[in-house]
């Protein structure tokens, strides 16, 4: 038997039993546009194959979402700390050499995220009047504004990890301290 791990202040035996945690708004959105793509993915199968008729729209906004569920889920990512990364100099170098270069590398994610913000607005802004294809709606508002959102979404978590001083990314198995 595995030994205990502590998750935000509970225990858990095994793997599932964090399932009573409980999840954020963005945490939530994540699960719902998944359960959604599921759902019409399903539904498009069925009809197609058992029923012999393809749904037009099906395929059009499930890419939308997952154009959502993407980008939001590297927002999510960036906030619990588990980005993938390669480490093999970072490791060699001083402990104080590594907390500035981690800060460095949070800094230059925050930019980057507010530079998408900003350059996605204004895609946002000048895609106006296009319209999707098969349901003919806003591609701005439906698509294209996506980014802007979720690298919003991501200055704020990258601010938040720079406050906190939370600069390194967590390791494989490692647990995060509680959020207040």
Partial sequence: MSPKRPIKGKTMDKPGD?????????????????????LIIFIAVFFRYVLNHS????????RYL???????????????????????????????????????????VLAFNAFLVIAGMLWVRETSGARTPALGLPLNWVYYSALPVTAALSCWFAARRLVAGEYSELDAGQEDKPRR
Avoid: N
Wanted: charged share 20%.
């Fill in 66 to 108: 997952f154009v959502w569920f993407t980008l939001l889920g590297a927002a999510l990512v960036l906030r619990d700390r588990r980005h993938i990364r390669v480490e093999y100099f970072v490791e060699h170098l001083p402990d104080g050499m590594q907390r500035v270069l981690g800060a460095m590398g949070l800094v230059l």
């Fill in 55 to 62: 749904l037009f729209w099906s395929d059009e906004v499930v």
């Fill in 18 to 38: 964090a399932a009573g945690q409980r999840l954020s708004v963005p945490d939530l959105m994540l699960v719902g546009l998944f359960s959604v793509i599921l």
